[in-house]
């Protein structure tokens, strides 16, 4: 007579605690990991997107707001800059908005500067140079003109002043957030499943 003998129910048992306990500790680990190198990769991109002015501060503006648990398994990464969140869906900026000028650079040396501060600004031009005036076209716009030259003509219009202005789309938070998980999850959950079931024995 041929007897076997056989675990498979403290196997099923076995099975059944690394589903209840080690995966969804897996699961918050790997989610945090996630958040927080969705966190560098977003900072990253602000330094590369925007011109960078005070860097200590923009250093701190994406955090991991929260952390993943076991029993919540959601992490979540925040922009706190409001400068820079008005910039994720482009929204319009107007006349006593926290930024207060709506001065819109339209030169070209203006524009690749970005930031109005300086000699970069209506004021600075206009005080820099004896060429620079204020003045009001044919059409209504008002802006910062400058001659090219000692002759009345050419000109170049340096900066507009708009009624509104709309932002530009730069942040890219949640585009840049939700590549790097598309990119990055499978290999970190792998790494959270085997420390977990590591730590499991």
């Excluded at 969705?38 to 701190?60: H, M, Y």
């Excluded at 029993?71 to 869906?89: A, G, K």
């Excluded at 482009?90 to 070209?108: L, M, T, Y």
Aim: charged content about 30%; cysteine-free; aromatic content about 8%.
């Amino acid at each position: 007579m041929l007897e076997i003998e056989t675990n498979i129910p403290d196997v099923v048992l076995e099975f059944d605690r690394l589903r209840t306990q080690q995966v969804p500790f897996a699961t918050a680990l790997a989610l945090n990991d996630l958040a927080a190198g969705a966190r560098d990769e977003q900072t990253r991109g602000i330094f590369a997107r925007f011109t960078v002015r005070r860097p200590a501060r923009l250093s701190k503006s994406v955090v991991v707001s929260r952390y993943a648990k076991k029993t919540e398994l959601r992490s979540i990464v925040t922009v706190r800059d409001t400068f820079l969140v008005q910039h994720e869906d482009g929204e319009v900026r107007r006349p006593g908005d926290v930024f207060g000028s709506i001065a819109q650079p339209q030169r070209g040396r203006e524009k690749r500067i970005g930031v109005l501060r300086g000699k970069n600004s209506p004021r600075g031009v206009l005080e820099s140079s004896r060429r620079a005036f204020i003045a009001r076209t044919a059409s209504g716009k008002v802006g910062v003109f400058e001659r090219r030259g000692v002759k009345r003509y050419p000109i170049d219009l340096v900066f507009s002043f708009e009624r509104q202005s709309r932002l530009p789309r730069l942040l890219k938070a949640g585009a840049t957030v939700e590549g790097f998980a598309v990119r990055a999850w499978n290999d970190l959950f792998g790494r959270a499943l085997a420390k977990a079931m590591a730590s499991s024995r």
